[in-house]
């Protein structure tokens, strides 16, 4: 079943959440590789810095539209640069990952909310006359 018809900021709002939830993708799977270059006790220097790099990406995408997701992003790739134990970081980037997507699909279920438009029935009179 198709979604409700948008205006032109509801449809470019969706486009960049799209975009956001496909790069969200991606760092996901490169936080999971991440953890198993851990867990095989490889050098997880190779393996972070992607991360660190796709983060700040992922933020400057949703920064006008989405601020406070913006913020989030870049909280965690803060987060991530602090020196700590490797399994403490993988925690933090999984629950951050978390958080992001669940912030992301509430921001798609309000765009659709806000931006839906209303179909006119055909055939009925209008109010004004």
Do not use: C
């Not at 032109?8 to 198993?36: I, N, S």
């Amino acid at each position: 079943m198709a979604g409700p018809k948008l205006d032109g900021a509801g449809t470019e709002k969706m486009k960049t959440l799209d975009e956001a939830l496909m790069q969200l993708h991606r760092v996901h799977g490169l936080v999971e590789t991440y953890a198993l270059a851990i867990k095989r006790s490889q050098p997880p220097a190779t393996y972070l810095m992607p991360i660190r790099r796709a983060l700040p990406t992922l933020a400057s995408l949703l920064k006008w539209q989405f601020g406070l997701i913006s913020d989030q992003a870049m909280a965690l790739n803060m987060g991530v640069s602090r020196g700590s134990n490797e399994q403490v970081r993988v925690r933090m980037l999984r629950e951050g990952i978390g958080a992001l997507r669940q912030a992301i699909d509430v921001a798609i279920v309000r765009v659709k909310e806000n931006h839906a438009e209303e179909k006119k029935a055909a055939g009925t009179p209008s109010a004004a006359g």
